[in-house]
């Protein structure tokens, strides 16, 4: 067991892997898509998958679906290796949510609902499903009327409505307004207090911080860190994060050494300290300034993120070039 499962174990997640790879990999030609990857997703659990776009986590994601072969490696869901017995019948027992769902139009919600039942031969009631996700007052409506927020909850009620054991979230809140993000939080947050499984890709650090138990950063094909979100925080970033830009080239490696400091960088014309104790690291630069007659022009301290262990490790990009 590893110290980051034992740590989940601890919390109150059971310790029985749900996904597993073992040293996974899948090229295309040269393109190392993903290049021997370890993961263990345990039950109960959300977990995250964050990386830039191309990193390879989709390819990984759809590998643990079962719509791509690893070239090497092993890949278990459930306990079960794709092609090894009746995959139909297995995929009752899991559910994939897509970044955009295509739906009939000219279906009602219910209408819909019940359409995507009627592929499974267990699951929830439609009123059930309905009732879970919020959309009562819109069972009549049709999907062509409905709008953005309400079109990802529906996906999710067709997602849900299998009652899987395990679903697959594939940026379920992008391009949402804040209400409507947070609506979809709740009911993956009512989803796993069931002891429900799920495995979340999001470009939101924030959607990530909330939701997962754990996430693993994704670059190249390849896991850079994985582990508890606050943990990874404090590793890679410290407590703080204090930004700032001066009249003044200002000498990184000294910034790296002053007090309260774990490590500096400059970035997009600012200075980002990254810091264990804002407390002694604010006044130690100040005083720094001072000595060398450095003005500065801004000066900012707040908590450290998920999202500046994202920059960190990925150096901030959205795509790799």
């Given amino acids: 067991m590893t110290d980051s499962a034992q740590k989940i174990s601890a919390g109150g997640t059971n310790f029985q892997p749900v996904l597993k790879c073992l040293a996974v ?5 040269a393109v ?13 659990e959300c977990f995250g998958l964050l990386g830039p776009n191309g990193a390879g986590k989709t390819t990984l994601v759809e590998m643990l679906e079962g719509l791509t072969k ?30 955009e769902t ?13 359409l995507f039942r009627s592929f499974y031969h267990r699951g929830h009631s439609v009123d059930e499903v309905i009732a879970k996700t919020g959309l009562g007052e819109k069972r009549t409506e049709r999907v062509m009327k409905l709008s953005g927020g309400t079109k990802q909850k529906l996906a999710l ?13 594939d940026e379920p809140t992008t391009g949402l307004d804040p209400q409507a993000r947070n609506h979809i939080w709740e ?40 582990d508890r979100p606050a943990s990874l925080v404090e590793k890679w970033v410290g407590k703080e994060v204090i930004e700032f830009s001066a009249e003044e080239a200002v000498d990184g490696e000294s910034l790296k050494k002053l007090p309260g400091v774990k490590d500096a960088e ?13 407390d002694q690291a604010l006044p130690a630069l100040i005083a720094e300034m001072e000595k060398k007659r450095i003005k500065l022009t801004r000066l900012t301290s707040r908590p450290a993120t998920l999202e500046d262990v994202f920059m960190t490790l990925t150096g901030g990009k959205l795509k790799n070039e």
């Fill in 70 to 99: 690893p070239d090497r490696g092993r890949v278990e869901v459930l306990g079960y290796q794709w092609g090894s017995g009746d995959d139909r019948a297995f995929r009752e027992r899991i559910s994939v949510q897509l970044q």
């Fill in 25 to 29: 990999k899948k090229y295309y030609g």
């Fill in 102 to 114: 295509q739906l009939a139009d000219k279906l009602t919600v219910a209408e819909t609902i019940r």
């Fill in 32 to 44: 190392k898509a993903v290049d021997g990857v370890d993961l263990e997703v345990l039950k109960g």
């Fill in 187 to 226: 009911i993956v947050e009512e989803f796993k207090s069931r002891q429900g499984t799920i495995l979340l890709t999001t470009h939101y650090m924030e959607e990530a911080a909330r939701l997962c138990d754990r996430v693993a950063i994704m670059d190249r094909g390849k896991i850079l860190a994985l």
């Fill in 157 to 169: 009620a067709c997602a849900l409505v299998s009652d899987p054991e395990l679903l697959f979230l």
């Fill in 266 to 278: 400059q970035r997009n014309g600012l200075f980002i300290l990254k810091a264990y104790r804002a």
